[in-house]
């Protein structure tokens, strides 16, 4: 096998804080070893257009600290066509296009899967990018922890008003189906109740644990992921308010904030760690894996096992909220 | 006149970001010149049930920073009716409460204004705290610059989203009856448009204005005062989603963290010497005004000029915004 | 006269905050105008070397928020002789342009000054960006109000280690002959005492303050600008500890993070108006002039009456941190 | 043995953020196990001195979000000699003490474990709160994320600073005999070197790798551990601007900021874990163990094996810092 002279990298999915510290760190790493880095915006969609330009280590300077990501990003419905996938392995073809650094979730790496089971001849890593830290294969995905740290920022601003005015506040954070967000911001913000999408969420046990509380703790928050069954913050505060008509209860959906913000410490070590990875992976011959960190090690994970999957809910912080917050 | 023993203080209405420093403020000047300072908790709600304390310089030690206010706040029917202010009156006598310090906005202005008539014998200054910055009298209310900056710290984040993403988002900010955060945020984000309560709103202006643009400039700001006209953020989104079906439109509506967060200098400045100078009025024999800033000097309204106002819509403000987005 | 079809646009001296966003302002105003803008990097140096380049309205895209200055600063010995201005103004010419724009403080105004007295047939407009808040013209220049929120946040995390081990500590501020940072923070943070260059800071004075102070108050801060004759914080730090030898005593040099970071609304705010103003001024005709806001209004001050000034120091802040630290 | 029914809770050494969280764990859970607790202020000195008073539910409120530590902190002379911690272990028993929850680093561990092997009657838990991420037995000690967050806000606003003048910045981070703050936050800044205490630091390696870079890169960060060999911050500051005089070289010395601050998410949940881990092993019969997170499981380790340590420089860390800036 000859080396990898080109590498087409690109953002795919809902943005994550991080994500250009992994590009800085995939095109620098291809510098090093003499990889040419093509950098295709938008995703999928610019794959199949040839939207492509070359990157170099400059064009990577003063990005490890920003939010969003200098490629762009987006969802393509031609890419799930097998015609779709076809004008992409066309336009990778035509730039010279040896190798594909993919950054995004799940959605991403599914697209992947499906294209390098058709086009084995593109070599194919992925870096794990979504603040839902729902996949396999990497304890945390870049922009996990940038998104907790946003969440609680916000819900200590909630706090200082629910707190002067003695209210009860829903505060709904992201999270399709993972409670991920809401289990550990709601224990980091001291919530009285975590409601997430892994369990059967018991609207009753919610007013129980409301009602168990001190009579002194005249403030509270109650953390929802958005996925939660009941139906969302503004069910679970109208039923609230229905049964606790004396409680002064306000809802807040934080929203598409959680996804911006300069990416925290550990996330720009992460993303600069995994996107060194990915590059030394292609470069040895790997194809099909996800580049995670598993106890603090380099792990790689073929694409069908890192896939989304629904987390065994950690029983442990839910119980651990419930003791602390009493 | 025989000098002021005892100064009653409270907070009232909704929290505003640097209403501990003026409390801080308040009870540390009163202390300097040997008066007793009660703190009534929960504003006239606790004027009327005597939930009220002696303050001394410690007990405001390390809340020059905080957000919300210690003394807790919240409205009062019964504060309304004359009744309810006779309950508060004879109160204030029985802790032998000779003047009063209010921190709020309008409505405690309004409060204080009406049971200043009924009892002329109990001296009030109040100072301005809300983040609406809607009160004659003080060029800057306490709290708006901080609410401000949390509005374009948020609309920072979203904007990364934004762009990554080439969205159109509608953002909704605070301010009922007026447009003050939504104009100095739109400009501090480089918004595209502006919508607030005080000019009549037109849709079909907006329409133009999105079209006007760049052909280029594919992510947008549309910073709306959650009092505008056409009907909120969520009619505004659907509007354009009808109109540009093929824009990519979200709407955020920022919500509750606008009133939280540690105060800026600024705020802490105003707070302090706004504190200060409400007790050394009351000392002075002043009653029934709101101290305020305007062009850095200290002056003092009579209640009846400094209830809200229609401010004059900034039409420069207008102006340089749209051309500076363009 | 014809109107101006070119304008050249550069930062000098010290970044401050906002630059990018008055950068922003002045390069959409002048496309606005259909005036034409040359950016001069570095300075008088890049004015000297021909370092010039057009910019655009999308040159200027998604700057608004970011800290430093796009079109890089610095200081220029050459500039300072008549050799050197000589050299800069061939530049300009054979670039065309027939305007400038200076964004700096009180070193840039001079430079200005003196060029414009030897080259009259270059409109020059000057827009004040300083930390230090030292000008006439401007009740504030821009980066003032970011700068000081910056203090008060570093001195916010100071004073929770300061609470926890009871200590003093000496936290030194920038403002080399102003005390305008040291002042208002100083508040901000509910400072025991303040010391700045315009008084004559007298050290037993301090030692008075420091021992007036409650028994029980364990952990206190003195604000220095770094100006101050004692001798910087060190010096007076030395002299506490002999003085106090039982104090836990520490000194605290904030340094070069007061000039960075995001721009608070106010200082974008700020940079905005005085970039369009500026360019307006040059379209009507004004030359030699400081654009600043005073007392919210727009204010051009001749170059002569903007440079630096040792401020009045406000003896009310003064008192006031003295009376509310008790 | 019959069941704990009083524990002993202090803080000791150095303050860090995180440490409030695990105060309000640790009551919390002791609250919901009928255990006493008893608050010892200011560490041993409090220990000695009886500086002691219980605690509540109530008494830990809205305090998980705070930085430093509501016992206060300090070090002793005297517990250090066997005489004093005899008067503290009377204290101890006259307050009917039976057990002890030490939150500290390296020296509290230490401290307690002369402390146990000379009373092995009071149980003794260690919750290992140091921002130096220096113990065996946990993965990341309580502070450490906090630390290297603030530590990249602040180099963040150096860089734009030394971007916009084309500096050097040697800046200096804590960590007296460990880098592990220097190397992930040089990571996380994108510095182009890192000097770290483990390593035998080469000022000639150093001078090379700067001189390796790219010609058009005109800033440059290196970061420094206090501890490191050849002197410290200014000390290769100097060393560089003899070598390079053409280089605008500055240093910075970050120092107390970096141990104050809001506690970041993690290290809320950190706290949370490890003060409801310890409290349940001291219930369970443990003693002399220091609780710690090892790849997201509670471990229980020995204070003989969980004393600081020389981590083991990672060398992987250096590599990339290297090649992702040039």
């Known amino acids: 096998m000859s080396p990898i002279k080109k590498i087409g990298l690109f953002t795919s999915g809902s943005d994550s804080p991080g994500m250009n510290a992994a590009i800085r760190a995939v095109v620098r790493t291809a510098v090093f070893y003499d990889i040419e880095v093509a950098g295709i915006r938008r995703g999928f969609e610019g794959m199949i257009n040839g939207d492509i330009e070359l990157m170099g280590t400059k064009s990577v300077s003063n990005i490890i600290q920003r939010g969003g990501t200098m490629l762009k990003t987006g ?3 031609q ?3 097998s ?3 076809k004008l992409a392995y066309d ?3 035509k730039n010279g296009i040896e190798a ?3 950054l995004g979730g799940n959605g991403t790496i599914k697209g992947m899967r499906e294209f390098g089971d058709e086009y084995p001849d593109i070599a194919i890593m992925a870096v794990p990018c979504t603040i839902d830290n729902d996949l396999r294969g990497s304890d945390f995905t870049i922009g996990y922890d940038t998104a907790i740290n946003t969440v609680i920022e916000a819900v200590d601003k909630i706090r200082e008003t629910a707190e002067s005015h003695d209210r009860l506040f829903i505060v709904e954070v992201m999270g399709r189906d993972s409670g991920m967000i809401a289990l550990r911001t709601g224990m ?4 009285e109740a975590i409601m997430v999408p892994e369990t059967k969420s018991d609207i009753n046990a919610l007013f129980d644990r409301l009602q168990r509380g001190r009579k002194d703790k005249t403030s509270k928050i109650v953390m929802v992921a958005e996925g939660d069954e009941p139906g969302g913050a503004f069910e679970i505060g109208r039923a ?3 049964k606790f008509p004396h409680y002064d209860t306000r809802v807040s959906i934080l929203g598409h904030i959680q996804r911006g913000g300069k990416p925290t410490c550990m996330d720009r070590v992460l993303a600069s760690r995994l996107g060194v990875a990915a590059v030394e992976a292609i470069k040895e011959g790997h194809t099909g894996e996800m580049a995670g960190l598993i106890h603090n090690d380099i792990v790689f994970t073929p694409f069908d096992q890192s896939v989304k999957h629904h987390n065994d809910v950690n029983a ?3 119980r651990i909220v419930e003791m602390l917050s009493l």
């Open 75 to 77: 969802r393509s419905e």
């Open 79 to 81: 890419f799930k066509t």
């Open 83 to 85: 015609a779709g996938r």
């Open 91 to 93: 336009q990778l073809k």
């Open 100 to 102: 594909l650094v993919a």
């Open 188 to 191: 980091g913000v001291g919530a």
């Open 240 to 242: 609230i308010m229905e």
């Open 316 to 318: 442990e912080f839910i």
